[in-house]
Antibody, heavy 119, light 107 residues
Framework: QVQLVESGGGLVKPGGSLRLSCAAS????????MSWIRQAPGKGLEWVSY????????NYADSVKGRFTISRDNARNSLYLQINSLSAEDTAVYYC????????????WGQGTLVTVSS | EIVLTQSPGTLSLSPGERATLSCRAS???????LAWYQQKSGQAPRLLIY???SRATGIPDRFSGSGSGTDFTLTISRLEPEDFAVYYC?????????FGQGTKVEI
C-alpha cells in the first residue's frame, strides 16, 4: 500500500534551518511528481512546492522562494525540503503528497511533520 | 496568482441533508485542474474529486463535483456523520497551486 512518512520537523529558532524528509513506499516513486503543502495551526492549506519525477522541474510559492529547496532521491524513494531563514510565519505542519499521475490533484498524503519556529 | 474563494465559510446542517459548497476562481480555470479535498480534525487531507467532477478512488457516490470556468461546486447529496469536516478546493492550472480558504461543514 502507498505510504508517505515525513520526518525532520521540530522546534527551531528564527533564522534557523531544517531539512524535512518524506519516505515513500508502495509505489514506483520515480514515476510521480511530488509536492509539499503546509498548514499553519488553525489555518488552511498552503501549497509550498512541487518537483517533477526526474527533478527536471521545480516550483515554489512566493512566500518560500529563495529560502526553501525541494529535492528528491529516486534511488532512496525519498523527497526532501530544505528550509532556511525560518520565521514564525513558517510554523506549520508540513505534508508531502503524491501528485496524480495523469490528472491533477494529490491522491496520497503523509501524516505531516510539525515545524515550530520560536525563540 | 489565481485566488479561490470558497463559500460559505461554515455550513450548519444535519445528517441526511444536502450540502452545496462553492468555489469561485479569480480567473477562468479549466475543469481539468480543479480538485476538492476533505480534511478532518488532526488528519491529513483526502482527495475527493479531481478534474472538477471525477471521484477519487474509494469516494462514495454521494460526493459529486461540477462546474466550469470560474464557478465550481461540491455537492454531498445526503450527509453522513463522518462527512462533517472542512472541505478545500485547489487549482492546478498554474503555480502557485492555490487552495481556497475552506468550508467547514458542521452539525
Amino acid at each position: 500500500q502507498v505510504q508517505l512518512v515525513e520526518s525532520g520537523g521540530g522546534l527551531v529558532k528564527p533564522g534557523g534551518s531544517l531539512r524535512l524528509s518524506c519516505a515513500a513506499s508502495g509505489f514506483t516513486f520515480s514515476d510521480y511528481y511530488m509536492s509539499w503543502i503546509r498548514q499553519a495551526p488553525g489555518k488552511g492549506l498552503e501549497w509550498v512546492s512541487y518537483i517533477s519525477s526526474s527533478s527536471t522541474y521545480t516550483n515554489y510559492a512566493d512566500s518560500v522562494k529563495g529560502r526553501f529547496t525541494i529535492s528528491r532521491d529516486n534511488a532512496r524513494n525519498s523527497l526532501y525540503l530544505q528550509i532556511n531563514s525560518l520565521s514564525a510565519e513558517d510554523t506549520a505542519v508540513y505534508y508531502c503528497a503524491r501528485d496524480l499521475r495523469y490528472n491533477y490533484g494529490y491522491d496520497y498524503w503523509g501524516q505531516g511533520t510539525l515545524v515550530t519556529v520560536s525563540s | 496568482e489565481i485566488v479561490l474563494t470558497q463559500s460559505p465559510g461554515t455550513l450548519s446542517l444535519s445528517p441526511g441533508e444536502r450540502a452545496t459548497l462553492s468555489c469561485r476562481a479569480s480567473q477562468s480555470v479549466s475543469s481539468t485542474y480543479l480538485a476538492w479535498y476533505q480534511q478532518k480534525s488532526g488528519q491529513a487531507p483526502r482527495l475527493l474529486i479531481y478534474g472538477a467532477s471525477s471521484r477519487a478512488t474509494g469516494i462514495p457516490d454521494r460526493f459529486s463535483g461540477s462546474g466550469s470556468g470560474t464557478d465550481f461546486t461540491l455537492t454531498i447529496s445526503r450527509l453522513e456523520p463522518e462527512d462533517f469536516a472542512v472541505y478545500y478546493c485547489q487549482q492546478h492550472a498554474e503555480a502557485p497551486k492555490t487552495f481556497g480558504q475552506g468550508t467547514k461543514v458542521e452539525i
